[in-house]
């Protein structure tokens, strides 16, 4: 106690000598900022205990994508991109399945696993994307293209997939495309994608619906120009939902789990990101030692930042947002499904 009480009088007379203020006042404000330190994580830790309650109380696994919030990629089971999530949910024997992404991808969780009861982390989580292509757009440009086979990013909602022929991730575009044997690719809803595969795949023609990411085409290649000339020695990836002329600067082109798995792989030290700043969580945590940068403070989805702790717990604690798909369309949109998970 003896020691204690030495170290509070240092404490108190040097931040009396560097502040100039008197040494009576300087403990009343140690306090205070302490308070406002230590309270935020003991809610945390108040709330992560709930979590993992509710987690055995429901028998639920808690799935998270790459670009959720860090403290909700910490109390995940599992984070991955969308296909890894795909694979997962497919699999995965739990009673409720609580998701941590957008609304697409939930629904994608219950189109593959439909004995578990799948919840949504935060009711209004979309993704603007997806929402560019609905089931009528989709006849409309079937229509207009009656010979082509649709291949639809997984960034789609379940009625869209079900009348696609085919689906993809941002892993697996190119490969699906190419093991297609029809030339004539309609590739929806993500042009950007659409164009990085027809730069990648030989022998198809691929026709591009006009959706596009809200946030990876933020980034410009002014942006990633300038970050090079600062970081010459640095590995540019990016996601292949960016620009053209981005992709053109870029080292490697991937998906945001295969971004972990070059960064742990390469010898290089320093990476510029090019993709949505919640996969910076991982890619710090996974390579102790190793430099990450985004290219711009605007590659943000806040759709995915709507999920915090505080609405898992609620989510979980009311069983509520629960996303279900009739299964009529469940059936069909498993079938475009099914033939991805089938090709890689
Ligand atoms: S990052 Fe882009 S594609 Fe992903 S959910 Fe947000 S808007 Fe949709």
Known sequence: MAKILKKVALVQKWASISSGMPSCCIIP??????????LPSMVSRRLEEQIAELKEKLGAVIVAHNYQRPEVQDIADFVGDSLELARRCAEVRAETIVFCGVDFMAETAAILNPDATVLLSAATACC??????????????????????????????????????????????????????????????????????????????????????????????????????????????????????????ADAVLSTSQMVRY???????TFLIGTEEGLLHRLHKENPGKKFYLLSPRLFC???????????????????????????????????????????
């Open 29 to 38: 404000l140690l306090t205070v900022a302490n308070i406002f330190v230590t």
């Open 128 to 249: 603007p994307m997806a929402a560019m292509i609905d089931g009528d757009k989709l006849r409309e440009w079937k229509n207009r293209y009656p010979k082509a086979t649709v291949v639809a990013y997984v960034n789609t909602t379940a009625e869209v997939k079900a009348g696609s022929d085919i689906c993809c991730t941002s892993a697996n575009a190119v490969q699906v495309v190419q093991s297609l044997p029809n030339e004539e690719i309609l590739f929806i809803p993500d042009k950007h994608l659409g164009h990085y595969v027809s730069t990648r795949v030989s022998g198809k023609r691929i026709i591009l619906y006009p959706g596009y990411c809200i946030a990876h085409v933020r980034l410009r290649a002014e942006e990633v120009r300038l970050a090079k000339e600062h970081h010459p020695e640095a590995k540019v990836l990016v996601h292949p939902e960016c620009r053209e002329e981005v992709i053109e600067l």
């Open 263 to 269: 960064a742990k792989e390469s010898p290089a030290k």
């Open 302 to 344: 806040a759709n995915m930042k709507k999920t915090r702790l505080k609405s898992v717990v609620e989510t979980m604690k009311l069983k509520r947002n629960q996303v279900t798909v009739a299964e009529d369309i469940r059936l069909r949109a498993k079938q475009a499904l099914d033939r991805m998970l089938a090709v890689v």
